[in-house]
């Protein structure tokens, strides 16, 4: 069962431009990542494991995130005080998020969502979904960063499902792969054309 759409979520949009990435350079990114037919039945899986958790896995990344003033800056007004409301919106899209992650096909609709999401962290869109008056950018470093505590801290929750050792590895593993590679597509608004 697919959670409810929430606000500022525009995945399938037609409003959304096309991916600059092509179908061919996704083909080739999932080659780099080692991302198979097996790694997406695996989050099929996943999904099924993860869905009734969601909350829970969102409790653990907000509880990361606000416990270190670096990274609560970006859902805070220049001057550092949280957007509450903020904070909320981009959570609600955060487990959309792991759903999707699952469960979408990577094709040309999936690709223009990660360059909506690229988009929504670069002074280009970043604030404009929320209608929120914050700092104008993601650090892409953190971006990057982010992809460990992202991938370290949903195995308990794979693991909750009752799976055998090796199907939870290739869960996880699966997940790794993905996060990799949409942090990857995420990276192209901060690059130059001549990169």
């Not at 469960?103 to 999936?110: G, V």
């Amino acid at each position: 069962m697919s959670t409810p759409a929430p606000p500022g979520y525009q995945y399938g949009d037609a409003d959304l431009p096309p991916s600059p990435v092509t179908q061919r350079d996704l083909e080739e990114l999932k080659a780099s990542v080692l991302f198979s037919e097996a790694d997406e039945t695996a989050l099929h899986q996943a999904w099924d494991v993860l869905k009734e958790q969601v909350e829970d896995i969102l409790d653990v990344w907000y509880g990361f995130v606000g416990s270190h003033e670096h990274l609560v800056a970006y859902f805070s007004t220049p001057e550092g005080q949280p957007i509450e409301a903020y904070l909320a919106s981009v959570r609600s899209r955060f487990g959309k998020w792991i759903e999707d992650t699952c469960t979408r096909p990577y094709d040309a609709t999936w690709l223009a969502y990660q360059q909506e999401i690229a988009v929504r962290h670069t002074p280009a869109k970043k604030n404009q979904t929320d209608h929120v008056h914050s700092v104008p950018h993601v650090s892409l470093r953190y971006l990057v960063a982010f992809i460990y505590p992202i991938t370290a801290t949903i195995r308990p929750f794979l693991a909750a499902g009752g799976h055998s050792e090796e199907q939870v590895d290739a869960m996880h593993q699966a997940w790794f792969k993905s996060v990799t590679l949409q942090v990857a597509l995420w990276t192209h608004p901060y690059a130059s054309h001549a990169w």
